[in-house]
């Protein structure tokens, strides 16, 4: 049977970053939580994200002894500069669709086990950043989220991913603390653009702007758009903020773009992601930031439009106004109204004012808005 040094030495040449081993004992103090917290969870349920059972790992697949860890450092390589500040780092280069990077090796590495008759699974639902923390892979942030003990400089920028085995390990020593200096002062909290962020440790994902950009339903609140900025899918702000990511950040500028990324971003523009069509979305986009559907191809044209009008850059006038004309979806078009407005100008108060009259509903109220405050 396998030592764990061998499966470590395995996953460490396959390229992981770190690797840790822990029970299959239920996560119960999550699972409390999220009892408790159920209206803030709901929305998982109707996505068919079953986090209560995956507090208990044999709920999840009965032949669970063991849980092994594997440390994912997705940040390796800066990211085009196109792309910052719009998409979330961890989605620039995601390949749950595609299956031609990390997935690879993950494949590569349960290969690896069942040549040597131990079997795996590796599912979606069981709390990775506890599993990871429960195996001593690093502590925890007042963000939520998970910081590494090696990868990244002890950053955020990595991705815990489960492994559960049917042969018994013995577990890790625990590292289940928060990590952060008390000098911090909560920078991540305190910089949250939504306030999703109650407090250490705490967080309302339907107001986190990952949550909104992609799950959002109908147009969004008009007092989270401005909050939301230039996000168009996902956000690193509480990461980028942290103190503890500080030395990684730093570094990582130095570093050569992540060629996958650097491949994508010239399809990721922002005129281009306003007018594309079904598609142009299924090729280019939903293969690397797939949580939308082509179905919901408005929610990424309504996040692009909203983006520009927080850009307040007069030369997205000229495709706002085409998508105003041209969508057929109420909750692009009206973005595209409130987008408009915020750019302002006489071009955009005259176009408004054209349009006041011919438009009805949720279209119309969106005009009537953007023109009291354009100017």
């Given at each position: 049977?396998l030592?764990?040094?061998q499966?470590?030495?395995?996953?460490?040449?396959?390229g992981?970053?770190?690797?840790g081993?822990?029970?299959a004992?239920?996560?119960?103090?999550h699972?409390?939580?999220l009892?408790?917290?159920?209206?803030?969870y709901?929305?998982?349920?109707?996505?068919?994200?079953?986090?209560?059972?995956?507090?208990?790992p044999?709920?999840?697949?009965?032949?669970?002894?063991?849980?092994?860890?594997?440390?994912?450092?997705?940040h390796?390589?800066s990211?085009?500069?196109?792309?910052?500040?719009?998409?979330?780092?961890?989605?620039?280069?995601?390949?749950?669709?595609?299956?031609?990077?990390v997935s690879?090796?993950?494949?590569a590495?349960?290969?690896f086990?069942?040549?040597n008759?131990?079997?795996?699974?590796?599912?979606?639902?069981?709390?990775?950043?506890?599993?990871?923390?429960?195996?001593?892979?690093?502590?925890f942030?007042?963000?939520c989220?998970?910081?590494?003990?090696r990868?990244?400089?002890?950053?955020?920028?990595?991705?815990?991913?489960?492994?559960?085995?049917?042969?018994?390990?013995?577990?890790?020593?625990?590292t289940?603390?928060?990590?952060?200096p008390?000098?911090?002062?909560?920078?991540?909290i305190?910089s949250?653009?939504?306030?999703?962020?109650?407090?250490?440790r705490?967080?309302?994902?339907?107001?986190?702007?990952?949550?909104?950009?992609?799950y959002?339903?109908?147009?969004?609140p008009?007092p989270?758009?401005?909050p939301?900025?230039?996000?168009?899918?996902?956000?690193d702000?509480?990461?980028?903020v942290?103190?503890?990511?500080?030395?990684?950040?730093?570094?990582?500028?130095?570093?050569e773009?992540?060629?996958?990324?650097?491949?994508?971003?010239?399809?990721?523009?922002?005129?281009?992601?306003l007018?594309?069509?079904?598609?142009?979305?299924k090729?280019?986009?939903?293969?690397?930031?797939?949580?939308?559907?082509?179905?919901d191809?408005?929610?990424?044209?309504?996040?692009?439009?909203?983006?520009?009008?927080?850009?307040?850059?007069?030369?997205?006038?000229?495709?706002?106004?085409?998508?105003?004309q041209?969508?057929?979806?109420e909750?692009?078009?009206?973005?595209?109204?409130?987008?408009?407005?915020?750019?302002?100008?006489?071009e955009?108060?005259?176009?408004?004012k054209?349009?006041?009259?011919?438009?009805?509903?949720?279209?119309r109220?969106?005009?009537?808005?953007?023109?009291?405050?354009?100017?």
């Amino acid at each position: 049977m396998l030592t764990k040094e061998q499966i470590i030495g395995e996953a460490l040449r396959l390229g992981f970053d770190d690797v840790g081993f822990t029970s299959a004992e239920p996560f119960d103090s999550h699972k409390e939580i999220l009892l408790s917290r159920l209206e803030l969870y709901d929305w998982c349920i109707d996505k068919g994200i079953n986090l209560i059972q995956g507090t208990d790992p044999q709920a999840v697949w009965p032949q669970c002894s063991s849980i092994i860890v594997l440390i994912e450092n997705y940040h390796r390589q800066s990211f085009p500069a196109s792309m910052l500040g719009k998409f979330g780092r961890c989605y620039m280069d995601d390949d749950r669709v595609t299956k031609d990077g990390v997935s690879k090796r993950i494949k590569a590495f349960r290969s690896f086990l069942r040549e040597n008759s131990i079997d795996s699974r590796v599912p979606f639902n069981v709390p990775q950043r506890l599993a990871a923390a429960r195996a001593g892979l690093g502590t925890f942030g007042k963000n939520c989220l998970f910081y590494s003990r090696r990868a990244a400089r002890q950053s955020s920028w990595v991705s815990p991913i489960t492994v559960l085995v049917d042969v018994e390990f013995t577990p890790d020593t625990p590292t289940m603390e928060v990590g952060c200096p008390n000098w911090c002062r909560n920078a991540c909290i305190a910089s949250c653009p939504t306030g999703a962020l109650l407090g250490p440790r705490k967080i309302d994902p339907r107001q986190c702007i990952s949550y909104l950009s992609y799950y959002g339903e109908d147009i969004t609140p008009l007092p989270l758009r401005e909050p939301m900025g230039m996000k168009v899918y996902g956000c690193d702000r509480c990461q980028e903020v942290c103190p503890r990511n500080e030395s990684w950040m730093v570094q990582v500028q130095e570093l050569e773009v992540n060629p996958r990324a650097g491949a994508i971003a010239p399809h990721f523009e922002l005129r281009a992601l306003l007018h594309m069509d079904v598609e142009y979305y299924k090729t280019h986009i939903w293969p690397h930031m797939f949580y939308m559907e082509p179905k919901d191809l408005w929610r990424f044209q309504m996040n692009v439009a909203r983006a520009m009008g927080n850009s307040r850059d007069p030369v997205y006038l000229p495709d706002l106004i085409k998508a105003f004309q041209e969508n057929n979806d109420e909750r692009v078009v009206g973005m595209a109204a409130w987008a408009i407005g915020r750019i302002g100008g006489d071009e955009a108060q005259r176009f408004l004012k054209g349009e006041l009259n011919r438009a009805s509903g949720l279209v119309r109220e969106e005009i009537e808005q953007a023109l009291q405050v354009t100017v």
